[in-house]
């Protein structure tokens, strides 16, 4: 059976079926929208056992980063994300996710070369693009700051 492009064309518009676009921003939203007021409740939850608010500022994202990299590896935070979209991609959560997820596929290529080598492959150019980003940023400032 021999298939030109425009009747596989057809044939993969009528197999791909509707994505219902309405629904899935509403899921998003909501389900980002609870993904930052649960880290907000941290915010006050911590204030409230008396840490200053430095530690406040550290102590939540940790708190985020731990039960989210503890829900990607049960598997929780996969079957969240499925049906959150991308509400899950808030960048605190979707940067422990990104590290934690390829650490679990290429663990058994053993810890040194499958867990800690594979760990930063969907993570590392953030951090690389982050940090030089962050120094650019500093050096234009410094020199402002001189003149």
């Given at each position: 059976m021999n298939i030109g492009k425009s009747?596989?064309?057809?044939?993969?518009k009528r197999a791909e079926?509707?994505?219902p676009k309405l629904k899935n921003c509403i899921k998003a939203f909501l389900f980002g929208g609870a993904i930052c007021c649960f880290g907000q409740a941290l915010n006050e939850l911590y204030a409230l056992a008396g840490l200053?608010?430095?530690e406040v500022k550290l102590a939540t994202p940790c708190t985020i980063i731990?039960?989210?990299?503890?829900l990607t590896g049960l598997g929780v935070f996969d079957?969240?994300?499925r049906h959150a979209g991308a509400g899950t991609i808030v960048p605190i959560t979707g940067f422990a996710n990104s590290v934690v997820s390829p650490a679990l596929e290429f663990k058994q290529e053993g810890l040194i070369l499958g867990t800690a080598a594979q760990m930063f492959t969907i993570a590392g150019p953030v951090i690389v693009y982050g940090t030089a980003s962050c120094v650019i940023y500093g050096?234009?400032?410094y020199i402002f700051k001189l003149y």
């Amino acid at each position: 059976m021999n298939i030109g492009k425009s009747e596989y064309k057809k044939m993969a518009k009528r197999a791909e079926g509707r994505s219902p676009k309405l629904k899935n921003c509403i899921k998003a939203f909501l389900f980002g929208g609870a993904i930052c007021c649960f880290g907000q409740a941290l915010n006050e939850l911590y204030a409230l056992a008396g840490l200053s608010q430095d530690e406040v500022k550290l102590a939540t994202p940790c708190t985020i980063i731990v039960i989210t990299a503890a829900l990607t590896g049960l598997g929780v935070f996969d079957k969240i994300a499925r049906h959150a979209g991308a509400g899950t991609i808030v960048p605190i959560t979707g940067f422990a996710n990104s590290v934690v997820s390829p650490a679990l596929e290429f663990k058994q290529e053993g810890l040194i070369l499958g867990t800690a080598a594979q760990m930063f492959t969907i993570a590392g150019p953030v951090i690389v693009y982050g940090t030089a980003s962050c120094v650019i940023y500093g050096v234009i400032i410094y020199i402002f700051k001189l003149y």
